[in-house]
């Protein structure tokens, strides 16, 4: 069964870079039906998608976050992983990681997800 | 593109029908997803491309709608559905989700 699994700091400050990882079990990261992607949700808002990757490294992102957000894989360890730059509290939010079927652009499965708050 | 579910919120019993609206700014085809999320859980998708149940997913649950006009039906409501339900746009980039619309018990 596909597990995914998010992890990082719970705070971060103001102008800082928020860090996630996200741990794929179950499957591999290299497949190559799948891009994987990142989403997040605002408290008691709605969802919001961040960027995603292929395994070769490929990449896109929501333009209107794509200066700050980088995403990576390490196939090594079945990880990719979200940089997201210079964050305000506008980022706090609960950060989702999830697979993304190749040529489709639904997500099929999600991890549990891990709130960020941006604080000083 | 934009995504607007109606109603935000609706009250309803078990065994009530139940339809959600989800309206795109343009035509997107049928390049339409749905998901169901319970509090403080991550979504689950139930429908893609309008109307393509996700494996699991119970036929209480139904999709429909083309170009800018969707609809999310569950034909018997469970207490395991009183959710919040969010629509998904698949047809261009960037992804969009609606704002959801939370089923709360009469």
């Known amino acids: 069964q596909l597990q995914l699994q998010e992890s990082g700091p719970g705070l971060v400050k103001p102008s800082e870079t928020l860090s996630l990882t996200c741990t794929v079990s179950g499957g591999s990261i290299s497949s190559s039906s799948y891009y994987w992607g990142w989403i997040r949700q605002p408290p008691g808002k709605g969802l919001e998608w961040i960027g995603s990757i292929y395994y070769s490294g490929s990449t896109y992102y929501n333009p209107s976050l794509k200066s700050r957000v980088t995403i990576s894989v390490d196939t090594s360890k079945n990880q990719f992983s979200l940089k997201l730059s210079s964050v305000t509290a506008a980022d706090t939010a609960v950060y989702y990681c999830?697979?993304?079927?190749?040529?489709?652009?639904?997500?099929?499965?999600w991890g549990q997800g891990t709130l960020v708050t941006v604080s000083s | 593109i934009q995504l607007t579910q109606s109603p935000s919120s609706l009250s309803a019993s078990v065994g009530d029908r139940v339809t959600i609206t989800c309206r795109a700014s343009q035509g997107i085809g049928s390049f339409l997803a749905w998901y169901q999320q319970k509090p403080g859980k991550a979504p689950k998708l139930l429908i893609y491309a309008a109307s393509t149940l996700q494996n699991g997913v119970p036929s209480t649950f139904s999709g429909s709608g083309s170009g800018t006009d969707f609809t999310l039906t569950i034909s018997s409501l469970q207490p395991e559905d009183f959710a919040t339900y969010f629509c998904?746009?698949?047809?261009?980039?960037?992804?969009?989700f609606g704002q959801g619309t939370k089923v709360e018990i009469k």
């Open positions: 998904q746009q698949l047809n261009s980039y960037p992804w969009t």
């Open positions: 999830a697979r993304q079927p190749f040529g489709q652009s639904f997500f099929d499965y």
